[in-house]
């Protein structure tokens, strides 16, 4: 990352992995990039104004996240988690070096939740211990010791209160970094694994929307039993997040809360990771990343019900081909998939057309349209509408999909 900030800007974005409104970014970026007039003392201020109301999240999958080690270890990334390598009996280590700076307050934040896996067998007291430190300085102001388990062949979420008393020193002033150590009873050669560590503050209130997520299974030939949703949201957890059969055939669902105007990303997997779908990463779906192709949404303002996806596509899995054509009560839909052009035909009168988009909002009204019509949606974006038609005092729905 090529970075014109100033060390302590650059040290935040760098060694920092923060999930706030992607708008809060924009705008940073902005004022940053039209703004190097501005007189350097302004921006610690701007920034950890907004600092306060975010969780700062380091997720140590395939990644440091800036963390360096502070002795007594080395640190490997991980698939999984990072690795910490221990060889003395005090491991420890630090949110970047001495330089880094996040530029936040103690008052900001007052919770730290910490998810790890300890394999080793130490029999009791096996405290790990976590360090705020100030500025420029590797002599923490205050610790937390926190006990973990011991033998663990999973992980573990474990949380520090911060608005409780430390074990040792006073949480209060500026943070630059935090800091790490591998639990009591930690031998040369033992290694701990650290996937995620969340700093947030629980007075803050944010305002949430619920997300329906639809998964249609109907072309998986790989044996199952419950799908699942992951993402960066839950960790990438495996099935704490499991999908529900629907009303409708081979169709799964689960809701889950978001903040609205985040962007997140995720995939579809089965029972614990045991199957995941391969998304192809020219997809209108997904984050572009040929290596890691995940989904990307950015969640919207209000309740939302996404349209029901196949698995492994971005499409419904009504639009296998290309020159598909639905015929449902002795009306046609074609072509499908579609540029923008389409065309309905029917043995009845339709009284009304009415098509809505992902998100559920009603895009395009037709009334009284007898039985053939042809409807130009070329300014539509490329996506999935659900297209839904009366006829005889019945509704029949289907998906068509614009590809431009």
């Known amino acids: 990352m090529k970075c014109l900030l100033t060390n302590h800007i650059c040290n935040i974005f760098i060694n920092l992995t923060i999930r706030y409104h992607f708008a809060i970014f924009h705008i940073l ?4 990039t039209y703004n190097f007039n501005l007189k350097l003392f302004a921006f610690p201020f701007l920034f950890t104004s907004l600092i306060g109301y975010t969780q700062i999240i380091y997720n140590w999958q395939n990644s440091k996240e800036g963390w360096v080690s502070g002795g007594g270890c080395t640190l490997t990334e991980q698939p999984d988690a990072m690795a910490m390598r221990s060889f003395n009996t005090t491991p420890v ?11 936040i307050d103690a008052s900001d934040y007052n919770k730290v939740e910490i998810t790890l896996k300890n394999p080793t067998t130490t029999p009791a007291n096996a405290n790990a211990r976590l360090f705020v430190y100030p500025p420029a300085s590797n002599t923490a102001f205050c610790y937390f010791n926190f006990l973990v388990d011991t033998s663990m062949t999973g992980y573990a979420t474990y949380t520090i209160h911060l608005d409780s ?60 039993t419950t799908p699942e949703l992951n993402g960066t949201f839950n960790s990438w957890c495996g099935n704490c997040n499991p999908m529900s059969p629907s009303l409708q055939n081979d ?3 689960v809701t889950l809360p978001f903040v609205s105007g985040d962007t997140i990303e995720y995939k579809f997997s089965a029972d ?5 779908e391969t998304n192809d990463p020219t997809g209108d779906c997904t984050n572009g990343n040929a290596n890691f192709t995940n989904r990307l949404l950015v969640i919207p303002d209000v309740d939302t019900t996404l349209i029901p996806v196949c698995w492994g596509s971005c499409d419904t899995c009504t639009t296998i081909s290309s020159n598909f054509q639905h015929k449902i009560k002795d009306v046609l839909i074609y072509p499908n998939p579609t540029e923008g052009l389409i065309t309905i035909q029917s043995d009845d009168v339709i009284d009304k057309i009415i098509i809505r988009d992902i998100f559920g909002k009603t895009v395009h ?3 009284k349209v007898q039985k053939n019509i042809s409807i130009n949606l070329t300014n ?19 998906y068509i999909v614009i590809k431009h």
């Open 380 to 398: 539509f974006q490329s996506n999935v509408y659900c297209l839904s038609y009366l006829i005889k005092e019945e509704w029949e729905s289907e």
């Open 272 to 276: 614990d990771w045991s199957i995941q």
């Open 251 to 253: 169709i799964w669902e």
């Open 365 to 367: 009204i037709d009334e």
């Open 165 to 224: 008393t430390p074990t040792n020193g006073i949480y209060s002033g500026p943070v630059a970094r935090f800091g790490l150590r591998g639990p009591w009873g930690v031998a040369n050669g033992d290694t701990i694994y650290w996937k995620q560590m969340v700093v947030s503050n629980t007075n803050i209130v944010v305002d949430t929307v619920d997300v329906t997520f639809k998964l249609n299974m109907a072309n998986v030939t790989d044996p199952f």
């Open 93 to 103: 280590m630090r949110s970047g070096n001495l330089q880094a700076n996040l530029g």
């Open 29 to 32: 970026f902005n004022m940053f």
